[in-house]
Structure formats: structure tokens, C-alpha cells
């Protein structure tokens, strides 16, 4: 059965620390969530304040009266733990430099080391991303910790290490890395040691990494493919990567899916005839100088992949809006069809009036979408510059690292790993780059749409106030003619009242019908006071409707 000498795992973490437009409030949290994975103590303190904070917002919603003196007390308690956690991370945001492209952060052995068992974390800073290492290894001499002894160990073993690293990033016994532990861009398993045979051919080291496999792997469904072996630092190098199958998976699912395993296998006791330097010290270059370049180079790997997700979910909401877009562009024609040209006659007819206040909630809608659609549009396609970005630091790294004369001997081959470069440039930058110039045309025409219905907005405005106006013209002819018609009748009430016949042997308080002639004189005034208030509220009615 396959044995490895001093088998070592390492888990890099990579980290937010601050990204585009986040609040100050935001990054402190991103530092506060990369924290929690070293420190136990500031772990326990964030816990404990979510959970106190939990307590507090059940007793707000159970009552809507002032605070009580429990929950007060609570509150107050609260208020104390965040303010003295507030403390710690200001002093571990000391520590940061937002103008330097490396720093390190913090380096600390575990502190219940077991026999036979070292650890460390190591945490630094990579421009905008934190990256923490969280290594465990089997092989310290029982006499001398600071001694590496040559007891073989079974692969068996690797899933026990793992375990433990897993356990020190939970700060509990476990076997999966808990869901608020996951790293917001990704991570790599780290695995390393000394095969047993120093003659060991390459057919035989593939074999041992495909028996390491299952010992590491979240999926038992998952089958590595080693076809591909590369060499660095007297090592042959494995890897093995899973991306999700679907992209649009949520944040947990991505990550949990998004693996990345790479496997260093070292096979003689001497590099080569020339060199004198032991495997042990080969190791711990690994351990330094390798592990550092590794760890860039793995950064700028998942801020690919990580980008590439997010642009998957942001052209999931883009192809919404367009559907959005689409409907706006249905409606708008409709909208045309009633509002024909206002300079041409009967444009401001009642038959073609549209609600102006729905027109004036589309137009609110359209803008809000415009706003929507374009912020969406401007995180895509910086999600395509991130991954240019990368490509290029990725490429770099990897040109480091092959012309390291510490990692020269006895030869470098990196190949495997120029397989991501390509699949990133031909199938994740191009993709992007597709979707951002069909998805753009998507924002001109919601731009166009948006123009035309602010015009139909003012062109139903103008047809409001011009009906406005007709409608104030009519009551004002109304009004004409009800007082022309009131002077018509008065003028005829005073005729008629000159005219009354009152017979001498009537009292002058006692009216008296008319009678023969002057009968017709009565009838004859009122048809008059009749017909020309008629016939001007025509007259008028016309020349309005001509104007029309």
C-alpha cells in the first residue's frame, strides 16, 4: 500500500478584502469574516454578539413599546462586545496596506499541537484580497519537534490532516469547512510529501496521487484526471479541478462545488548529482519561498473563476431585463398608435387621449429599468476586466516561478497549469465579452424607449392642458350666455310689465292676464329672449368645434 514520508495539507483561503463600491462598513465586515477563521477569540465574540443581537430583535418585534428594562440590558451588552471587537480590528486593519500588493498579516503555530503534528496559519494580504494558509503535517520527531523523522505514514492519514485544518478554520471538530467559513473567492488543498521509493517512476507517483484522491475529496463521484504531470523543485506536480456545472448555483453551492486540489509529490533524497542540498531542505523552500508564489498564483486563479460566476448571475438579471425591455417596447407601440402627431389636425381629439397618469408611471418604471440595466451592464463588464486583470498577473506568476533558480533543478515544466490560463482566455474573457457587447445593445434601446416615452409624457401634457383650456373656454361661454340670457329676460320682463292691462275698476295690487294684442306682445318678447341666447351658444359651440 502507498506511504508518504512527512505527508503535509494545506488549505488556501481567498478572501474579499474590499471590493468595488463597498461601504467602509462592508469592509469591515470582509475583515471581520477573514478574521474569524484564525482567531477563536474574535470567532466566539462575533458569534455570541449574532446571537445576543437575535435575542434582541425577537423581544422588538414582540412588542412595539419602548425598550425593556431587559432588553435594554441586552442592548447595553451588546453595544460593550462590539465595541471591544471594534478595538481588535482596528488594530488588525493597522496591519493592512492598501498601497502595497504583499503583506503579511500574521503567523501563528497552533497551539495544542499533538505528537507527531504541526500546524501553522499564515495570513497575508494580496491587493484587494486577504489569502490565509491553514497547514497541518505528520512527520515531527518525537525527541526533537524541530525535527523531521522518515516514518513512512499511510494515505489514510491525509483525511485525518485535512480533518484537522478543517477544524482549525471552524475552531471546532468537523469534517466540511462550515457554510460562514467559506471563502468569498475560493480556495486550493495544498497536498505534499516524500514517496518512499527514491526510484519511484512517474507511472508509480500518478498512482499514489490518484490514491491520495479519495482521502481529499469533498465528492466520492469525482475521478481525477493526473494524465498531465508537472515538475517543479525536484516534485511532480498533479491537479485536479472541479467547476460547478451549473453557474448560476448560489453563493454556498459555488464554492462548495468550486474545488481545486494540487498534489506534490518529491522522490529522491538528493535533487541531483550537483546538488548536496536534502529533500528536508527542499521542503522547506517549498514551505517559504514555493508556498508564497503558490499562493499568489492560486489568488489570481479564483478571482477568475469567481468573476466568471458573477458574471453568469449578473447576464441572468440582464436577459430579465430585457425581457422587461421588450414588453416597455409593446407597450410603447401601442402608446404611438394613440397619440398621433400633435401638429396634426384632430391630434388633441378626446378618441385619442391616453391616461396621463399611467403614461407617467411608465416613464418612472423606464427610468428606474434604464438605472438598473445600465449598473448591472457596468459590473459585467468589469467583471471581464477582473479577469484580463488576472490572466495577466496569472501568467506572470507562472513565468516566476519556472525561471526561480531555487525552483530550477532539476527542471521546471508548469504546463498543467497553462491549462486554466487557456481555458480562462478562450472560454471565460471571450464569453464575457460577448454577452457584454449583445447585452449593451439592450441598453440603447432602453435608452431610445425611454426618450420616446418622456416625449409622449410631455405631448400628452400639452394635449391635457390644451383640453384644459377648451373646457375652461366653454364654461366661460357658458357663463356669457346665461348672462346675456338673464339681460334678455330682464329687458323682456320690464316690456312686459309696461304693457299689463289693469281695467279701471281693478285695484292697482291686482294683475290681470293679458289680453288680445297685447297677449302676442308677451309671446312675441319671450321667443325672442329665447332664441338669441340659442342661437349665439351655437354660433359659439361651432366656431370651437372648428377650431378643433
Not at 83 to 99: C, G, N, P, V, W
Not at 158 to 184: C, F, G, M, P, Y
Not at 322 to 336: D, T
Not at 374 to 390: F, P, V
Request: glycine content about 4%.
Amino acid at each position: 500500500m502507498s506511504k508518504l514520508i512527512y505527508p503535509t495539507v494545506s488549505l488556501f483561503l481567498y478572501d474579499l478584502r474590499d471590493g468595488l463600491g463597498q461601504s467602509p462598513a462592508e469592509i469591515n465586515e470582509n475583515r471581520l469574516n477573514f478574521w474569524c477563521k484564525i482567531s477563536p477569540e474574535i470567532d466566539r465574540e462575533y458569534q455570541e454578539i449574532r446571537e445576543l443581537t437575535k435575542k434582541l430583535l425577537l423581544q422588538k418585534d414582540q412588542s412595539v413599546q419602548p425598550l425593556t428594562p431587559e432588553a435594554t440590558a441586552l442592548k447595553t451588552k451588546i453595544d460593550k462586545k462590539f465595541e471591544k471587537l471594534e478595538e481588535k480590528l482596528q488594530e488588525l486593519e493597522a496591519k493592512e496596506d492598501s498601497e502595497t500588493e504583499f503583506v503579511e498579516l500574521h503567523y501563528q503555530g497552533f497551539a495544542d499541537q499533538e505528537a507527531y503534528l504541526d500546524g501553522m496559519y499564515f495570513a497575508i494580504q494580496i491587493g484587494d484580497t486577504y489569502a490565509l494558509q491553514v497547514e497541518a503535517s505528520d512527520g515531527t520527531s518525537k525527541d526533537d519537534p524541530a525535527q523531521r523523522d522518515d516514518i513512512p505514514r499511510s494515505l489514510d492519514q491525509l483525511a485525518r490532516l485535512q480533518e484537522l485544518v478543517i477544524s482549525k478554520v471552524n475552531h471546532h471538530q468537523s469534517t466540511n469547512v462550515d457554510t460562514k467559513k467559506l471563502a468569498t473567492l475560493g480556495q486550493t488543498w495544498l497536498v505534499w510529501g516524500k514517496a518512499t521509493d527514491g526510484k519511484t517512476t512517474p507511472e508509480k507517483l500518478r498512482e499514489i496521487a490518484e490514491n491520495c484522491f479519495p482521502n481529499l475529496t469533498p465528492d466520492k463521484n469525482w475521478k481525477p484526471d493526473f494524465k498531465e504531470v508537472g515538475e517543479l523543485a525536484g516534485a511532480k506536480v498533479f491537479e485536479y479541478s472541479h467547476t460547478p456545472r451549473d453557474w448560476g448555483n448560489n453563493e454556498e453551492k459555488f464554492h462548495r462545488e468550486n474545488y481545486h486540489l494540487v498534489i506534490l509529490l518529491f522522490t529522491a533524497d538528493r535533487i541531483d548529482a550537483d546538488d548536496n542540498t536534502p529533500t528536508d531542505e527542499i521542503r522547506k523552500r517549498v514551505a517559504t519561498d514555493l508556498t508564497i508564489d503558490l499562493i499568489r498564483l492560486f489568488a489570481y486563479r479564483h478571482k477568475i473563476i469567481w468573476s466568471y460566476w458573477n458574471s453568469r448571475r449578473l447576464k441572468v438579471d440582464l436577459k430579465k431585463y430585457s425581457q422587461q425591455i421588450a414588453e416597455l417596447r409593446q407597450e410603447m407601440e401601442e402608446y404611438k398608435k394613440r397619440s398621433p402627431n400633435p401638429l396634426q389636425k384632430g391630434a388633441f381629439n378626446q378618441n385619442n387621449a391616453i391616461n396621463l397618469n399611467e403614461l407617467e408611471e411608465k416613464l418612472t418604471e423606464s427610468w428606474l429599468l434604464l438605472a438598473e440595466y445600465a449598473t448591472k451592464l457596468n459590473q459585467l463588464h468589469s467583471q471581464s476586466h477582473t479577469i484580463e486583470t488576472n490572466l495577466g498577473n496569472y501568467q506572470k506568476r507562472i513565468a516566476k516561478i519556472e525561471n526561480d533558480p531555487s525552483f530550477a533543478k532539476p527542471k521546471v515544466n508548469l504546463q498543467l497549469f497553462q491549462k486554466f490560463k487557456n481555458t480562462a482566455e478562450e472560454r471565460y474573457l471571450q464569453q464575457v465579452k460577448m454577452d457584454y457587447a449583445s447585452l449593451g445593445a439592450g441598453l440603447t434601446i432602453l435608452e431610445n424607449l425611454t426618450r420616446t416615452l418622456d416625449s409622449l409624457v410631455n405631448i400628452e401634457r400639452i394635449k391635457t392642458e390644451q383640453q384644459r383650456t377648451a373646457a375652461e373656454q366653454e364654461r366661460n361661454n357658458i357663463i356669457a350666455i346665461a348672462g346675456l340670457g338673464l339681460a334678455t329676460s330682464s329687458a323682456f320682463a320690464g316690456i312686459v310689465a309696461t304693457q299689463i292691462y289693469q281695467p279701471d275698476n281693478k285695484k292697482s295690487d291686482q294683475l290681470v292676464w293679458l289680453e288680445g294684442n297685447h297677449r302676442l306682445d308677451w309671446f312675441f318678447g319671450l321667443l325672442v329672449s329665447l332664441i338669441i341666447p340659442v342661437g349665439i351658444a351655437f354660433l359659439i359651440w361651432f366656431s370651437s368645434k372648428k377650431k378643433r
